[in-house]
């Protein structure tokens, strides 16, 4: 394979693939795409609202962590084979931490020639007091004064501009916080074809391929809705890759060998997914019309995309900021038959009571019955019924006394415990505050290094 970014001036086409679509994947697929795929680069996307949350706990507990931990066992794998190929590695797995994730990457490596670029600017957290903007919830419209003192993190969606630098600057590998997702597939697209910042119509068409490509196997019949059933080997299933033309036409298919299917169904199913309004679909570089996009079966796992239309980009970017919203404790136990709802109902009876006995006041609390009610609306009464409960507390200790209560029922409960689903250890819970600041408040604090 020749050089991973060639100019724009000889180059027809540019493929790039998708390598990870959250925090917990298998880098089974990124292997087979680095091997098999003829790609010249490779975007991870490993972050969510959910992960942000996540990572800021390991942070809490050691202010070194905030990056994906998985990232250096993914690296030291696919480090090799990259590197020989010229495969450029692009992730946002430096989540709240982009400096400590950069450095585990570098160790990966083991002494051979890497140079790693790490994208700043994105955590807003020690800025919010000095914005001078309003910090309204861009849902709900509620001040933000009701969470500003619990505030643990804020980060800003960015878009591909400071990726494009990275890749400008000679880097193998692209560290990040939080960008949009779509930005991860769109930088190298830019980068290697030469496109315009303004040119919304090849901005639009590469941001479809990063929405396309973003969630892992989702393009390839992965969390298929159509015909699930008859996808051919699930369990090695390929992640899509796109092959893209200067004039913003795509190709969608996946790595020779691999299972999974990508049809015109399947592209689809993915490019409605998390759209709310498909006329105008906002990312930091563009807003997307996905209205007159044409789907076209190639054959032999080959869809063609065309007709993306795109328009200005926003003004405003998007922040996310997590604050504390209380403690949470959570338990399950079950019931066999006969009359397994009944006595699943009379211990959720019990265990009110004994948390009013204790002084347990939560502000939320839920109860399911799973095997009747849970996922769907209740049918009829089934023989094994689990009753799970989870409250909100404003206080660990409240917490934890629900968690002490749930085993109470084991023996002085309903007859016919079927199972005890035990509790889990009470837990921080953090809310997601989203929110719009002005582009250039943002953006004039974004920088990249290169080492």
């Known amino acids: 394979m020749g050089p991973a970014f060639e100019p724009a001036a000889r180059m027809r086409r540019y493929r790039i693939g998708a390598g990870q ?3 917990g994947d298998s880098p089974g697929a990124a292997l087979d795409m680095a091997r098999h795929g003829e790609v010249s680069a490779i975007a991870f996307d490993a972050l969510s609202e959910l992960t942000l949350a996540i990572l800021q706990k390991d942070r809490q507990r050691d202010p070194s962590l905030g990056y994906t931990r998985d990232l250096g066992a993914w690296m030291k794998r696919l ?9 450029a590695l692009i992730t946002n797995a430096g989540g709240l931490n982009p400096e400590g994730a950069a450095e585990v990457v570098r160790k990966a490596a083991d002494g051979r020639p890497l140079r790693v670029a790490t994208v700043h600017g994105d955590n807003l957290t020690e800025r919010l007091g000095t914005l001078a903007v309003p910090l309204d919830h861009a849902v709900t419209g509620a001040a933000f004064g009701e969470v500003s003192d619990r505030v643990v993190f804020a980060a800003a969606y960015l878009g591909a501009g400071p990726l494009v630098e990275a890749l400008s600057r000679g880097a193998d590998v692209v560290v990040t916080g939080r960008v949009a997702d779509s930005a991860l597939f769109l930088a190298p697209l830019v980068h290697a074809l030469g496109w315009a910042w303004d040119d ?11 929405h396309l490509l973003e969630c892992s196997g989702q393009a390839c019949g992965g969390n298929f809705s159509g015909d699930w059933a008859s996808v051919p080997e699930p369990w090695h299933l390929g992640y899509p890759l796109a092959e893209v033309s200067e004039d913003g036409v795509v190709v969608i298919g996946k790595p020779p060998g691999s299972g999974g299917r990508v049809t015109a169904e399947t592209v689809s199913e993915q490019l ?12 930091p570089d ?6 007159d996009v044409g789907l076209r079966d190639l054959g032999d796992n080959r869809v063609e995309v065309e007709g993306t239309r795109g328009a200005a980009r926003p003004e405003l970017l998007k922040v996310v900021i997590g604050y504390s919203d209380g403690w949470m404790g959570e338990g399950r136990v079950g019931y066999c038959w006969p009359h397994a ?20 006041k939560p502000r ?6 799973q095997g009747y009610d849970s996922l769907q609306p209740p049918r009829s009464e089934p023989d094994e019924v689990y009753l799970r409960v989870a409250v909100r507390t404003e206080t660990r200790a409240e917490a934890e006394a629900m968690t002490r209560e749930m085993p109470y029922l084991a023996l002085n409960g309903p007859p016919g415990l079927g199972g005890y689903g035990g509790v889990t250890p009470p837990r921080e ?8 600041v002005p582009r250039e408040i943002v953006e004039r604090d974004v920088h990249v290094e290169v080492t």
């Open 21 to 23: 679509g959250f925090y």
């Open 79 to 87: 480090l090799p084979i990259a590197l020989d190929r010229r495969i």
């Open 200 to 210: 919304w119509d090849r901005l639009a068409a590469g941001t479809v391929v990063g």
């Open 272 to 283: 409605l997914y998390e759209v709310q309004d498909p006329t105008r679909y906002v990312c």
């Open 286 to 291: 563009v807003c997307v019309d996905f209205t």
């Open 341 to 360: 709802l009944k006595k699943a109902r009379r211990a959720e009876e019990i265990l009110r009571h004994r948390l009013e006995m204790v002084g347990c």
């Open 364 to 369: 939320d609390i839920l109860v399911e019955f």
């Open 429 to 436: 819970l953090l809310g997601i505050w989203p929110t719009l």
